[in-house]
């Protein structure tokens, strides 16, 4: 028998609901070596993304370690999807699911969680960034402390959404991620990526040729019929912020290909997001619509998204925007972590406490 802290919700106890409804408690106590793990782990559908209701009754983190696929992820080239090829439907994603049809991949996204909240007051006023279809809401924004970082993996050669929270707060400091843009690449035309670096020092941006993944190598991305759409060097998440000295993120923005196996490979790593990160702009694709009519990566289910947004909300976040695009391919989840903030405020009263968990 030993001691032993852990983090739970007071959701638990439906008599303190009301009272500390998203707050984290730390309980400790002493616990038999022979306590049934059984009864911590989050049942697989709990986090039902059309059925959530039973979302605030249950722990909203599993200690249960998930298993990987890596049979076919064994090179250094390698793609997100299913399969070697990423749209192999006989075959499996990184996190061993199956692949749906596009149908029920549209379906998921026809209604609005149930889980969505308010901002929370004291993170009021709440900004929304961008145009209707690729909605963001920016609750906590104007609580962030002065030259907080904003990072964002994933621009398409657009910066409508950097732009915009910088006439918000202009004293940001600004992170792209795109390797995409190069003309090498058949979706790209020649000079996009000269528009896109001229745009970025323009506007005192760090424009970083290197996209996010689940992995360190070379990501390969082909549509349904075999047509090849890019290949880009990519990370993780943590060698990123690594390399551009960023430990803590005020803003977080993904919307690239993999984000399913990027939140879970950061799960599997112990990664502190709910530590590290204030606001989160999450893109969640079930497939990637191409312009000539034809799909990519399809199509992640119900159990993908039940586990990205258990591993999320499990670090402290709330959802406080949704907006569902792209013809029901995609849509926009906006979170805040509201014990980042509070911790940012503890830190401006008391200096000594910085970095300290």
């Known amino acids: 028998m030993g001691i032993t802290c852990i983090r739970t919700w007071a959701l638990t106890y439906p008599k303190l609901r009301s009272r500390y409804s ?5 309980l400790c106590g002493l616990f038999a070596a022979a306590f049934s793990r059984a009864a911590i782990e989050v049942a697989p559908q709990a986090f039902s993304f059309t059925d959530s209701s039973a979302l605030k009754d249950t722990l909203p983190h599993t200690l249960k370690r998930k298993k990987h696929c890596d049979y076919y992820t064994s090179s250094s080239t390698f793609s997100t999807g299913f399969g070697s090829s990423g749209n192999d439907i006989s075959s499996t994603n990184w996190m061993c699911s199956g692949p749906v049809t596009k149908a029920e991949a549209e379906e998921i996204f026809m209604s609005t969680p149930r889980f969505l909240e308010d901002c929370p007051p004291d993170l009021l006023p709440q900004e929304w960034v961008g145009v209707t279809g690729s909605m963001r809401a920016m609750c906590g924004i104007h609580q962030l402390v002065s030259g907080s970082s904003l990072l964002s993996f994933g621009s398409n050669g657009d910066f409508t959404f950097e732009d915009s929270v910088l006439k918000i707060r202009n004293d940001l400091a600004v992170y792209v991620f795109d390797p995409t843009l190069d003309a090498k690449h058949e979706i790209r035309k020649i000079g996009e990526l000269e528009r896109a670096v001229r745009h970025a020092r323009s506007k005192n941006y760090s424009f970083i040729q290197t996209g996010l993944a689940y992995r360190r190598g070379t990501l390969r991305m082909q549509d349904a019929l075999g047509k090849q759409l890019f290949e880009v060097k990519v990370d993780t998440l943590s060698e990123l912020l690594d390399k551009t000295g960023n430990a803590i993120i005020g803003i977080l923005k993904i919307d690239a290909s993999g984000e399913f196996e990027v939140i879970s490979q950061l799960e599997d790593s112990s990664f502190r997001l709910g530590q590290r990160v204030g606001i989160l702009n999450l893109e969640v694709h079930s497939y990637h619509p191409q312009p000539d009519g034809g799909v990519a990566n399809c199509c992640y289910g119900q159990s993908d998204i039940d586990n990205l947004m258990n591993y999320v909300l499990g ?3 709330i959802l406080v925007g949704y907006e569902a ?17 509070k911790k940012q405020r503890r830190e401006k009263i008391y200096p000594h406490l910085r970095n300290k968990c």
Request: net charge positive; aromatic share 20%.
């Open 22 to 26: 998203r707050r984290a408690l730390v």
């Open 325 to 341: 695009s792209g013809g029901g391919c995609c849509a926009e989840f906006s979170f805040v972590n509201p014990s980042f903030f």
């Open 315 to 317: 670090q402290g976040f």
